[in-house]
T-cell receptor, first 113, second 116 residues
Framework: EAQVTQNPRYLITVTGKKLTVTCSQNMNHEYMSWYRQDPGLGLRQIYYSMNVEVTDKGDVPEGYKVSRKEKRNFPLILESPSPNQTSLYFC????????????FGPGTRLTVL | AQSVAQPEDQVNVAEGNPLTVKCTYSVSGNPYLFWYVQYPNRGLQFLLKYITGDNLVKGSYGFEAEFNKSQTSFHLKKPSALVSDSALYFCAVRDNSQGGDDKIIFGKGTRLHILP
């Protein structure tokens, strides 16, 4: 089954404790992206990657890092999480062209205390 | 800079009635426009998109949207609403004149309630 998977689905952590949210897709998509969803703000793009070893900032990249060492994986790294990073995070992928459909993962709900 | 607006936080429609969820956009070039739906505790699911061609786009679950360039709108419509259509709907836009930049902007979402 074609899908985007994220782990963990739920995470509660404390300020300053490094964490990684994994994202994997099995569709051989070139493009992958991370979003955060907050009430009243919709989805905001954090980082995106147009191919292996190619990443770029979205609209809200501060406090986040990403890497794209393999085509299928695009982990989101919070080196020193803070409470304002409490949010619902979505990973997405698409084949390549800008008009292609994006497929979203199920989401990761992160709480930073 | 590109932007997208969903002017209604919530829309209530009686089951069986037609529904419209509004979206307007602003881009410097030509837009790619998308609608996604989010059911509770789920990720976003693609409904339909406009890239080029026919202004009326048909999508999943009986939804359709009309691209109106003069009004810079891409409203989502369905002729007869179902209770199961109740969800959060997002409009998104990408300016296809961005070149290498690939930012996609989402609206804030509109919660659709279909009343039995």
């Amino acid at each position: 089954e074609a899908q985007v998977t994220q782990n963990p689905r739920y995470l509660i952590t404390v300020t300053g404790k490094k964490l990684t949210v994994t994202c994997s897709q099995n569709m051989n998509h070139e493009y992958m992206s991370w979003y955060r969803q907050d009430p009243g703000l919709g989805l905001r793009q954090i980082y995106y990657s147009m191919n292996v070893e190619v990443t770029d900032k979205g609209d809200v990249p501060e406090g986040y890092k990403v890497s794209r060492k393999e085509k299928r994986n695009f982990p989101l790294i919070l080196e020193s999480p803070s409470p304002n990073q409490t949010s619902l995070y979505f990973c997405a992928s698409r084949r390549g062209a800008a008009g292609d459909t994006q497929y979203f993962g199920p989401g990761t709900r992160l709480t930073v205390l | 800079a590109q932007s997208v607006a969903q002017p209604e936080d919530q829309v209530n429609v009686a089951e069986g009635n037609p529904l419209t969820v509004k979206c307007t956009y602003s881009v410097s070039g030509n837009p790619y426009l998308f609608w996604y739906v989010q059911y509770p505790n789920r990720g976003l699911q693609f409904l339909l998109k406009y890239i080029t061609g026919d202004n009326l786009v048909k999508g999943s679950y009986g939804f359709e949207a009309e691209f109106n360039k003069s009004q810079t709108s891409f409203h989502l419509k369905k002729p007869s609403a179902l209770v199961s259509d109740s969800a959060l709907y997002f409009c998104a836009v990408r300016d296809n004149s961005q070149g290498g930049d690939d930012k996609i902007i989402f609206g804030k979402g509109t919660r659709l309630h279909i009343l039995p």
